[in-house]
């Protein structure tokens, strides 16, 4: 499964984004999918994930503020991100988890990240 994630930019503190991140290749296989960042000089982190059931769970710093959503019939992946500070720049990647009955036979390539820079 490849990624692709697009939608970053440059925006004022306070301002809004939205993420997106279409998959291609072996989609059927995709179970919960994640979003996670790497800003400057840091390790990367988890920002929010969601089962195909739709649940989800998000890191501290966003709850509130950011939003993740799918589309399966699009093979698509969201990130809204309102309310935006400094501290949420940094490149933004998915990633997806596949079910078990798919095995090894499929892999997962992370994309190129989509970079989201916040200015103060």
């Known amino acids: 499964v490849r990624v692709v994630e697009s939608g970053g930019g440059l925006v004022p503190a306070g301002g809004s984004l939205r993420l997106s991140c279409v998959a291609s290749?072996?989609?059927?296989?995709?179970?919960?999918m994640t979003w996670y960042r790497q800003g400057p000089g840091r390790e990367r982190e988890k920002v929010a994930s969601?089962?195909?059931?739709?649940?989800?769970n998000y890191e501290d710093s966003v709850k509130g503020r950011f939003t993740i959503s799918r589309d399966d019939a699009r093979n698509t992946l969201y990130l809204q991100m309102n309310s935006l500070k400094p501290e949420d720049t940094a490149s933004y990647y998915c990633?997806?988890?596949?079910?078990?009955?798919?095995?090894?036979?499929?892999?997962?390539?992370w994309g190129k990240g989509t970079l989201v820079t916040v200015s103060s």
């Open positions: 290749g072996d989609t059927v296989c995709i179970s919960t």
């Open positions: 990633y997806a988890d596949f079910k078990s009955y798919c095995g090894l036979d499929v892999m997962f390539y």
């Open positions: 969601i089962t195909l059931g739709g649940t989800t």
